[in-house]
């Protein structure tokens, strides 16, 4: 009925299989009763059909407009000069209710001359009863202009009790410690039509209200409820407003404060800038770009997307990161290539972390004061990223410092806490005993999964089933992709005595028609299917760094959370053994599982139970706590029952 006008996507991270987004799940859809008209990677099925916003989806605009979509409203035939007619059409309001919502529209018209005098009704529907919002329509000379008055009307009725929501409210509970806990529910409405304004919009802007669900005579509102004009534009900024007040008009609840928290995404979820001048093109594809416009920087990743099958090679190669033998250093493939991140400290370069945020800050959390993040190159290992680890250092420093010396907490997701668990190993004890309070570890991969191998191998990280060249030269691309990345050799399992905690040397990972590899076999995994030496050298080292080889205790109060009950593979099957003179090697056929979040294996995340001695020595406690069918890296309300649950375990910890 209604599409956007001059949306506006940040695109996501599309080359790779697994991107980290925690908290992504959290935000509800933000469009009125809305078909998205414009197509985009995002914005659109993937089979090209237009859908409503998702979770974690957002607009850059409130500003709606008819899309030739009105449904038109029939009147009988053969009505006199001066009668009045009535018809009615029903519009649903997809808002994430409980309840299927319809507003019926009631049109009538009246026949003077050539001029239809048209007014509105509507009413919200809720299992097929009417509820008590309704709007009445002024006088417009057609049916679109009294469709959308009945429309802003109706949503200006609308509203949210700690118990009850209108169709166009969505609420949602927040802890904010052991014993506090928020009920936070937005609403969405439409300012009247402005006569002044085109006649074929709807200005919608968002109000909130916040209540203490121990106390629900303690509330805050959001601007919006006393001064409709001054409602946001985002529902979350709404959100953060009302629990805010909530907390202002209430000092004294017994709520607890938050103390400094710094943030770790995972594998990918960082973006990548780069700049080029004068760099010859990769082997084979001499028509790649040698130098990015005006040297200026750009983005190298998120990757772009609706590139063709001549760019893909271009854009890896200037991805790639390779070991260099001779220095023990890892750096750009391509000569006369910088790249880097964005907003250290802040969350301008993390782009699935930028929705996310709302959830803290309605937790009681505020940017740049006592909310922080870490972006990273997760192209590299942690021997990759010393002067990363400088900046964080200086970072925790700091941000102590403006707290009155609060210690700051770390909380790192997936690929994260391999990030934070090296930079802990590089300070002292006595720094991080007067530093850091906590380090959280969602989702953590200490042991490896066995997707990294099979995405070095051949691409394809589970069995594939009648294979055609289409999806071969997928494969292949996501292969060259992974061999590209030297933080994936990171991600091999780890080999171990413990198989509960690792892969032991009578455990396969890999079966070909003739042979078996166990983690113990990662350099003959890739010596025999033709890696670059490079990528075996790189092998070689990391097989002996500190940080996931020795794998040292982190020395603070940790606190490890993780999912189980939903299969992980751990092995794959090949019909035929690798050939390293070969381009492309055989796909996998088969596999076998374990427990895990669906991306990581149990023991993956188990692995740090060995610490509990050390932990002990150091006087620092080791939590470990699963959470069933809880998926990857959710720990966050909203997305699952158990990442709600853990949520508020570990806010439990992190609130004085």
Aim: charged share 15%; with cysteine; net charge negative.
């Amino acid at each position: 009925i209604i599409s956007i006008k001059n949306t506006h996507w940040r695109s996501l991270p599309l080359a790779l299989k697994h991107n980290e987004f925690p908290g992504a799940m959290r935000l509800q859809p933000i469009v009125l009763f809305a078909t998205v008209a414009q197509s985009s990677a995002v914005g659109a099925g993937l089979d090209g059909a237009p859908r409503l916003f998702g979770r974690g989806e957002s607009a850059a605009t409130t500003e709606l407009n008819v899309g030739g979509g009105v449904p038109a409203v029939e009147f009988d035939d053969g009505w006199k000069a001066g009668e009045t007619q009535c018809a009615s059409t029903k519009v649903p309001l997809p808002f994430n209710h409980a309840d299927p919502c319809n507003a019926t529209i009631t049109i009538c018209s009246s026949d003077l001359g050539k001029t239809w005098m048209c007014n509105a009704t509507a009413y919200e529907l809720a299992d097929g009863v009417t509820d008590k919002s309704v709007g009445f329509g002024s006088t417009f000379t057609n049916q679109t202009l009294a469709f959308y008055d009945a429309i802003s009307r109706l949503l200006l009725t609308m509203d949210a009790t700690s118990n009850h929501t209108d169709c166009s409210c969505v609420s949602m509970d927040y802890p904010e410690g052991a014993s506090c806990k928020l009920r936070v529910a937005y609403c969405a409405y439409a300012l009247p039509i402005d006569p002044n304004s085109p006649p074929d919009t709807l200005t919608v802007l968002y109000r909130a209200r916040a209540w203490d669900l121990n106390n629900e005579e303690y509330s805050g509102e959001s601007a919006g409820y006393q001064t409709l004009s001054e409602g946001t534009t985002l529902p979350q900024d709404a959100e953060i407003q009302a629990a805010n007040n909530l907390r202002a008009n209430f000092p004294k609840r017994a709520c607890g404060t938050v103390s400094p928290l710094i943030l770790v995404p995972g594998f990918t979820s960082s973006e990548v800038q780069y700049r080029m001048h004068n760099s010859p093109p990769p082997k084979g594809h001499p028509l790649c770009p040698t130098s990015t416009p005006n040297d200026a920087w750009e983005t190298l990743y998120p990757a772009p997307v609706n590139q063709s099958l001549l760019q893909i090679p271009c854009w890896i190669s200037t991805l790639a990161s390779a070991f260099d033998p001779a220095t023990s250093t890892f750096g750009p493939v391509r000569q006369g290539l910088e790249t880097r991140t964005l907003d250290f400290g802040g969350f301008g370069g993390i782009p699935g972390f930028q929705a996310g945020t709302a959830t803290f800050q309605i937790a009681g959390w505020e940017l740049g004061k006592t909310l922080f993040a870490v972006p990273f190159d997760w192209r590299m290992p942690s021997p990759g990223l010393e002067s990363m680890f400088a900046e964080m250092q200086q970072l925790v420093e700091n941000v102590t410092a403006m707290n009155n010396g609060a210690k700051a907490s770390i909380w790192a997701f997936s690929g994260g806490p391999q990030i934070a668990l090296s930079f802990l190993h590089r300070q002292t004890q006595s720094w991080k005993d007067a530093h850091i309070d906590w380090f959280v570890a969602t989702s953590p991969v200490w042991g490896g999964v066995t997707e990294a191998v099979s995405a070095y191998v051949s691409g394809a990280t589970a069995p594939v089933l009648n294979p055609n060249a289409s999806t071969m030269l997928e494969f292949q691309y996501f292969r060259n992709l992974a061999r590209s990345l030297p933080a994936a050799l990171w991600y091999f399992p780890r080999a171990g005595g413990n198989a509960s905690t690792s892969w032991t040397k009578d455990e396969p990972i890999i079966k070909t028609k003739t042979k078996q590899y166990s983690a113990f076999d990662a350099v003959e995994i890739l010596t025999d299917v033709g890696a670059d030496p490079s990528i075996i050298a790189a092998r070689k080292f990391l097989e002996n760094e500190s940080d996931l080889g020795t794998f040292a205790a982190p020395g603070v109060n940790t606190f490890v959370t993780y999912g189980t009950g939903t299969p992980v593979i751990v092995s794959l099957g090949y019909p035929d053994d690798f050939s390293p003179g070969h381009a492309s090697q055989p796909l996998p056929s088969s596999c076998s599982t374990e427990s895990g979040d669906g991306l990581v294996p149990l023991r993956s995340s188990l692995r740090g139970t060995e610490w509990a001695e050390s932990q002990a020595i150091f006087e620092k406690q080791l939590v470990y706590r699963e959470y069933p069918n809880q998926p990857h890296a959710q720990c966050f309300p909203g997305a699952a029952t158990a990442g709600t649950q853990c949520f508020e375990d570990v806010l439990s910890i992190l609130r004085s």
